[in-house]
Each structure stands twice: as C-alpha cells, then as structure tokens.
C-alpha cells in the first residue's frame, strides 16, 4: 500500500522558519518525481510549490524562489521543504506528492504564518 506522511507544519511568525518532512512507503521512492503543493484558504485549488527528480534537481514556485529549499534522502524514503523568510501569504495546507506507479497525496500539514 503505496503512503504518504507529511509532518513538520504548526505556527510561526512572519520572517520565521519551519522545515517539512515527507515520507514514503510502499513504493520505489527512489525513482519518483516528488513535489510539494500547498492550498491556501478559501482556494480551491493546489499549488505547486517545489518538485525534485530522481538526480536531485529541484524546481520552485517563483513565489518561494530563492526562500525554500527542496531535497530528498532516498535512503530514508523522505523529502524535505525548509522554509525561510515565511510571509503570511505562506498559509496553507501543504501537501506531499508522488507519480509513480500513479499520482497519490499525503494527509497534509498546516502551516500558519502569523503577521
């Protein structure tokens, strides 16, 4: 049974860090393209925020650019988003994503940046 578990959200000022874990099980972690989204409230919608391929090569939201820094321990089957320089603009439920063999969430991790 293919899981993923986020954890790491909670509370924190503007200008403050908080980092993210996400873990997989039941799948060849190593070959997926992982990414987290976010969705903020009262969007419908899921954001994408950061995604990293098998070799360690990492995308991100313009948005976060340059603030969030993605990586992954294959060995540990867990990626990671720190984040940095927070904005209450940052709020939201952020989710972890896998590809393959199919497209699957984790349960989510909040996270409330406070002005």
């Known amino acids: 049974q293919v899981q993923l578990v986020e954890s790491g959200g909670g509370l924190v000022q503007a200008g403050g860090s908080l980092s993210l874990s996400c873990r997989g099980s039941g799948f060849d972690f190593s070959v997926n393209v992982m990414s987290w989204y976010r969705q903020a409230p009262g969007k419908s919608e899921r954001e994408l925020v950061a995604a990293i391929n098998s070799g360690g090569s990492t995308n991100y939201a313009d948005s976060v650019k340059g603030r969030f820094t993605m990586s992954r321990d294959n060995a540990k089957n867990t990626v990671f988003l720190q984040m940095a320089s927070l904005k209450p603009e940052d709020t939201a439920v952020y989710y972890c994503?896998?590809?393959?063999?199919?497209?699957?969430w984790g349960q989510g991790t909040q996270v409330t940046v406070s002005s």
């Open positions: 994503q896998a590809t393959w063999p199919y497209t699957f």
